[in-house]
């Protein structure tokens, strides 16, 4: 369920976007953020802290800085779950042949036909 938490918030989803073009800093990830949400270098922080909780990002020690980057391994389950809904949503709807419809245009038909013919014969036997 980390994953899902983790993918929720617009501000995380934005921050891997900007990690799938390459490994960033927090002060890169702020600057790119910037445009679209101000935000703070903590507040990216703890983003990120979250996303690496979910192993979507790992942090690797590069002397005093940290470059994060992007791991997709946990977004398999995320992609399992929507094939699964795609699968189930077209198994309990087969595809409806052709011949299927004309069946049923003609039983509409021969039903419409039915009930003019009793209603003519309704109308007779009052008349008479």
């Given at each position: ?9 617009p501000?995380?989803r934005?921050?891997?976007r ?6 960033c800093?927090?002060?890169?990830l702020r600057?790119a ?12 922080s ?14 690797d ?14 977004l398999?389950e995320?992609?399992e ?11 309990a709807r087969?595809?409806?042949d052709?011949s299927m419809?004309d ?26």
């Amino acid at each position: 369920m980390a994953v899902y938490d983790a993918i929720a918030d617009p501000v995380r989803r934005r921050i891997l976007r900007s990690l799938a073009d390459g490994p960033c800093r927090v002060v890169d990830l702020r600057e790119a953020l910037a445009a679209h949400h101000p935000i703070s270098r903590p507040a990216v922080s703890r983003h990120l802290r979250v996303l690496a909780e979910a192993g979507l990002v790992v942090a690797d020690e590069r002397g005093r800085e940290r470059h994060y980057r992007f791991d997709a391994t946990p977004l398999d389950e995320v992609r399992e779950f929507v094939h699964e809904l795609r699968s189930a949503r077209h198994a309990a709807r087969p595809p409806i042949d052709d011949s299927m419809l004309d069946a049923l245009d003609t039983e509409v038909h021969r039903t419409k036909r039915e009930r003019r013919t009793t209603a003519l014969v309704d109308e007779q036997e009052e008349s008479a």
